[in-house]
């Protein structure tokens, strides 16, 4: 089967302008994750969509980030405006009912 | 906050055992424990999940305590390609919500 496909696969923008990342899941997968993984550390959940409703976005910061997933199937994820500290490995995963995730292998951001 | 803590490097020698710890005193009665594991420019891979008994796959057996604060992965017989950031997460929601990650486990091969 297909993996989780995330493009694209390195990006590098200026402080204060925008980027947007996008996720195809695997196929019939209904739950999807984007997360942030900054170097060094584990991946942080910045929000979990059920088909295409949201299920939680508690940690997303709304003020710069949103993310949508139309017809429940690929995803996007957008910063704007990006600070410094956006600077991440932005990671999508998908799965469905009770089984492990499947990561994609993510969109490395710098921001200069 | 219910984190997960591991320590920050292992070394193991090929063909050897190797004995991952995790502790998640704070973790709730619905959480399940996952571990995941991560090579240099990839996404995690999955390796193993239990919520109370002990569980073994393919590729490692997952230990848990009888009071679940804590658990061991365990790789049988470590080889070079084992090498990697190993992560030790809970899954709330009775394995519905997403994964919380700790900082993981480098682990490093010897030949």
Redesign the interface.
């Given at each position: 089967e297909a993996g989780v496909a995330q493009s694209p696969r390195y990006k590098i923008i200026e402080k204060r302008q925008s980027v947007a990342f996008w996720c195809n899941p695997i196929s019939g997968h209904a739950t999807l994750y984007w997360y942030q993984q900054i170097l060094g550390q584990g991946p942080k959940l910045l929000i979990q969509f059920q088909n295409n409703g949201v299920v939680d976005d508690s940690q997303l910061p709304k003020d710069r980030f949103s993310a949508e997933r139309l017809k429940g199937v690929d995803s996007t994820l957008k910063i704007q405006p990006a600070k410094l500290e956006d600077s991440a490995v932005y990671l999508c995963a998908t799965g469905t009912g009770n089984s492990p995730l499947h990561f994609g292998n993510g969109t490395r951001l710098t921001v200069t | 906050d219910a984190k997960t803590t591991q320590p920050n490097s292992m070394e193991s020698n090929e063909e050897e055992p190797v004995h991952l710890p995790c502790n998640h005193s704070t973790i709730s009665g619905t959480d399940?424990i996952?571990w995941?594991r991560q090579l240099p420019?990839?996404?995690?891979?999955?390796v193993i999940?239990g919520l109370t008994s002990n569980v073994n796959n393919r590729m490692a057996s997952l230990a848990i305590a009888e009071d679940r604060k804590s658990s061991t992965l365990i790789l049988h017989r470590a080889t070079l390609r084992d090498a990697a950031v190993y992560?030790c997460?809970r899954q709330g929601g009775?394995?519905?919500?997403?994964?919380?990650?700790?900082?993981?486990t480098h682990l490093i091969i010897q030949p």
């Open positions: - | 399940y996952h995941y420019s990839q996404g995690p891979e999955y999940h992560y997460s009775g394995g519905a919500d997403g994964l919380t990650f700790g900082k993981g």
